[in-house]
């Protein structure tokens, strides 16, 4: 099967040399958030994001694209076809875990774990699967997400930890990162259940080492951790992005239509206009059902700084 999407990383001098040579071929340039530029021509689309620099080609003429222009014009190399060769430990039996909500206000921390060997990997990339932050649209996430939960030989977990415990947790571990390092270590455990002949496990590293070893530790489980940024480049942690993004933004969903209140993501300014909704129609005990307390946030929503005329506290 050919290959409908593809990413790689570019230099700023080899991105502004695409830009002209995007003009020249007559792509049309459009509108993309975090990019610095993007462009279209058919079904082929063009992503030069902020962060890296890195290209992300999508559309069923992505392999002539790579193969043809990318490659010899820009890269000066060739990769396609050889990504086993070039990073074989992404075809290697491995967990990979990644988490989602862990900068939202509202709503759950999800933290989603994916088993994969080369088969899955490989079908992993035919199917479109990269980091879920690069990944718009709610229903591209949950179509990709199917699609991850159907391929032969994956094993998945999930561990969403809801407002009230994720609150009560916080006060116990005293830190984010302990949270997010219980979080994690639980899902590779749970993964580990499921196979528990799998060598290896990969995670966005978050804090010290350390935090994380000593978390798994706790969940009795032996195996080889590693822990490196940018860790969401490997197609199991990708997979596991959007698997934990699929489960927090459910859960935006359900919960803004149970409050009615619509939930605004991160933890901005509509946020605080959005809890002191929720406070007014359901009480102030009812911010740590939903929200995450110990965020700054709070103690704006709580404070009446006369712009919404709402009394919080």
């Given at each position: 099967m050919?290959a409908?999407?593809?990413?790689?990383?570019?230099?700023?001098?080899?991105?502004?040399?695409?830009r002209?040579?995007?003009?020249?071929?007559?792509?049309?340039?459009?509108?993309?958030?975090?990019?610095?530029?993007?462009a279209?021509?058919?079904?082929?689309?063009?992503?030069?994001?902020q962060?890296?620099?890195?290209?992300?080609?999508?559309?069923?003429?992505?392999?002539?694209?790579?193969?043809?222009?990318?490659?010899?014009?820009?890269?000066?190399?060739?990769?396609?076809?050889?990504?086993?060769?070039?990073?074989?430990?992404?075809?290697?039996?491995?967990?990979?875990?990644?988490?989602?909500?862990?900068?939202?206000?509202?709503?759950?921390?999800?933290?989603?774990?994916?088993y994969?060997?080369?088969?899955?990997?490989?079908?992993?990339?035919?199917?479109?699967?990269?980091?879920?932050?690069?990944?718009?649209?709610?229903?591209?996430?949950?179509?990709?997400a199917?699609?991850?939960?159907?391929?032969?030989?994956?094993?998945?977990?999930?561990v969403?930890?809801g407002?009230?415990?994720?609150n009560?947790?916080?006060t116990?571990?005293?830190?984010?990162?302990?949270?997010?390092?219980w979080?994690?270590?639980?899902?590779?455990?749970?993964?580990?259940?499921?196979?528990?002949?799998?060598p290896?496990?990969?995670?966005d590293?978050?804090?010290?080492?350390?935090?994380?070893?000593?978390?798994?530790?706790?969940?009795?489980?032996?195996?080889?951790?590693?822990?490196?940024?940018?860790?969401?480049?490997?197609?199991?942690?990708?997979?596991?992005?959007?698997?934990?993004?699929?489960?927090?933004?459910d859960?935006?969903?359900?919960?803004?239509?149970?409050?009615?209140?619509?939930?605004?993501?991160g933890?901005?300014?509509?946020?605080?206009?959005?809890?002191?909704?929720?406070?007014?129609?359901?009480?102030?005990?009812?911010?740590?059902?939903?929200?995450?307390l110990?965020?700054?946030?709070?103690?704006?929503?709580?404070?009446n700084?006369?712009?919404?005329?709402t009394?919080?506290?």
């Amino acid at each position: 099967m050919s290959a409908t999407s593809h990413t790689a990383a570019l230099t700023l001098p080899q991105a502004e040399k695409l830009r002209t040579l995007l003009g020249d071929r007559g792509f049309d340039f459009i509108e993309k958030p975090y990019t610095l530029f993007a462009a279209r021509k058919g079904k082929l689309q063009v992503s030069v994001y902020q962060k890296g620099p890195k290209i992300l080609v999508q559309g069923k003429e992505t392999e002539d694209f790579v193969r043809f222009l990318l490659e010899p014009e820009i890269l000066g190399e060739a990769r396609l076809g050889y990504e086993e060769t070039l990073h074989p430990d992404r075809y290697a039996p491995h967990f990979g875990i990644d988490e989602s909500g862990k900068g939202d206000y509202f709503g759950p921390l999800v933290i989603a774990g994916v088993y994969t060997d080369a088969a899955i990997a490989r079908a992993l990339a035919e199917i479109g699967v990269m980091d879920s932050k690069r990944i718009t649209s709610p229903q591209r996430i949950r179509t990709l997400a199917a699609k991850i939960r159907d391929l032969p030989g994956i094993e998945t977990a999930i561990v969403s930890i809801g407002p009230q415990k994720y609150n009560e947790l916080h006060t116990r571990l005293g830190s984010i990162n302990r949270l997010l390092a219980w979080g994690h270590a639980r899902a590779i455990a749970l993964l580990h259940e499921k196979r528990p002949d799998c060598p290896r496990a990969l995670s966005d590293q978050f804090a010290q080492p350390q935090v994380l070893e000593r978390a798994l530790k706790g969940q009795k489980v032996e195996i080889t951790l590693e822990q490196r940024t940018k860790a969401e480049s490997d197609p199991a942690v990708a997979a596991a992005s959007i698997l934990a993004r699929e489960r927090f933004i459910d859960w935006m969903d359900q919960t803004s239509a149970a409050s009615g209140v619509s939930l605004p993501l991160g933890a901005s300014a509509s946020v605080i206009d959005a809890a002191r909704q929720v406070i007014d129609l359901h009480g102030i005990a009812s911010l740590e059902k939903i929200a995450k307390l110990h965020f700054k946030t709070t103690q704006q929503v709580r404070a009446n700084d006369g712009k919404t005329g709402t009394e919080s506290a």
